[in-house]
């Protein structure tokens, strides 16, 4: 073999290599495409998680502006969660 074709051979080796090389990092390395899904997935999963706090964020404001705002709704917390009682009542209590 002559020197030159020694040295392409060489060449077309090593790009080779570079090709696979930098495949694997493209697709399976630290940073690679399945890292990158997988992190699309976990922020799809946060996001609703986000969301759905968003809605119980809500839900206890609209608890507390109806707690401020009606005594009713106060004694019934009271009377239901609390198990409180006016003076001279009776609770009579099922199972």
């Given at each position: 073999m002559e020197m030159k074709q020694?040295?392409?051979?060489?060449?077309?080796?090593?790009?080779?290599?570079?090709?696979?090389?930098?495949?694997?990092?493209?697709?399976?390395?630290?940073?690679?495409?399945?890292?990158?899904?997988k992190l699309e997935v976990e922020r799809d999963v946060i996001a609703?998680?986000?969301?759905?706090?968003?809605?119980d964020i809500a839900s206890l404001n609209r608890d507390i502006d109806v707690w401020q705002k009606d005594p009713f709704y106060k004694e019934k917390c009271a009377r239901e969660q609390l198990h409180m009682a006016r003076r001279d009542e009776e609770i009579y209590y099922t199972t």
């Open positions: 020694v040295r392409r051979l060489t060449l077309r080796v090593l790009f080779m290599v570079e090709i696979v090389g930098f495949s694997y990092l493209y697709f399976l390395g630290q940073d690679g495409l399945r890292t990158v899904k609703s998680r986000v969301e759905h706090m968003k809605l």
